[in-house]
């Protein structure tokens, strides 16, 4: 009796007391119901891995599922579990792949669905890691930046949102324990640098980072430096479009969270991602490197 | 001599300066660059027409393709033209149907990809038309909402970014020619309504649209409810997560633009979306026949 209610109270809850009036809860955009069974499909999930695009995601599946075998039980090739088009999700073994598509709008649909799948699976002692790819500032392309805190355009380690039309203000603090855990992967034989610094989130890729190559832009380039070495002199080592709203959500919920990109280019000498595809999927690789070497020494303890 | 300089005054061009400086600027999230044919490829654009969901968007590429044979050149199954997988893009004729994802970041990027396709195709005379899903104020399920104006969640007919770490608000009109064309296209023997009303515009599917059935929400039901009947009151008719950003972005650079949703719930009602899927798959074609008619009308002129 002990261990058991011992057990149940590390069960992952998530915070909003409202959930226990539901007859049923339909996660509409993944595509999955609080009447599955949900313990029995995801109760052994530890490691929710997610980055933008659905392909990226599934070569990272790909690859931990050939990382995995003969740790755990997962020889099957990875295949879509959403039922939905919105989103794409694999499992292998302990490990959940998911794409959250651009921005954090599109980001915070999937969490809040991704937590209440958690929630009703019972899992316990779950992290979050988002692997994604980033503008670097003053990082050499292909370089991978742990983020150290997330911030908004103005630099404050802030996520605001509108809740019934006020805003609300969370704060944007990641796991310094799986920071430094990440940090250490790096190995000699790397070709590429695994950095801190803090990464700056916005929410569009052209007028709000700065580019000077949108449909739109009243700035000069003069403007947009100013701007990157501001970004640069508050310790920011990348941008891209996730990461406040990701820290805020986790920390809010009590998930340990960390993010982990890729810097695809160095901002302050362009704006245009024109790097061969192959070079680019070379880069994308990076990051999803150091996470598997994390995952793999968690599981070997 | 005098014709030719009157036909280029008329090609759409986006009113960011800096591009005439590039040497080639690749549009990275759609797959295309500015050094491909794209006046011989999209040149004949009239129409661009998108929404959230890539398959829905195929649904209506494929819906318009069997409205639009006999009327122009049509004959094959359209196929996703993006070498990337971030959108999906068709062409039909004159139509092009682009996803946005989910969101005004996601969508954002994708506006700015295309105004710049449009801009180096040398097009002329296009609208842009946004058929999206969304949940609705007061009206029953299956009710085409045409948006009169965007607001936020504040209800404000404004949408604001932050450049450069300033905020910049930009206004949100429609064009008021479109709306009136697309409420004409109801048919007497359709199943459902089209109306015309406000459109709420929100960053979150969850806390921002005040649901109860996130994984965070620490308001009661009477604050939901207390702010829904604000949206009401305002003449809000509808709530999705693009509006605003889509609007103003069509204001400033020139194109008319309509947007058109159908409403899957009245939100006044409950926060669930548990239509089943054939209901709803059949829902999210009412808008589509409206603007298929608005397209078929403009072409036969």
Redesign the interface.
Known sequence: MMENSENKEKHFK??????TK?H???L??IGFSSKDDLPKLFGDVKFVCMG????RMFVFAKFMQEQLIGIVDCKDEPKDICST??YSMYKVGPVLAVNH??????L??L???V??LL?YAKCSDVVMVRIGTSGGIGVKPGTVVVTETAV????EPKYH?????KI?SRNTPLCKDMLETLLSCKQETDSFDVVKGKTLS???????Q?R????????T?E??M??LR?AEKHGVKNIE?ESTCFAA?CD??GIPAAIVCVALLNRLEGD???TPPSELKQMEMHPQQIVSRYIKQKLSK
């Open positions: 998530v915070p909003n007391k409202h959930l539901l049923e809860d339909v509409y955009h933008g695009s659905a392909k088009d919105r598509g651009i921005g954090m709008p599109s915070s649909i969490l809040h669905e937590m209440k929630h908004n355009e103005m630099f949102l509108a809740v019934l039309g609300k916005t929410s569009d890729f052209y007028e709000n700065g000077l190559d949108g449909a739109l832009c009243d700035y380039e403007d947009k100013e701007y501001e479009m959500m809010t919920v245009q991602v024109s």
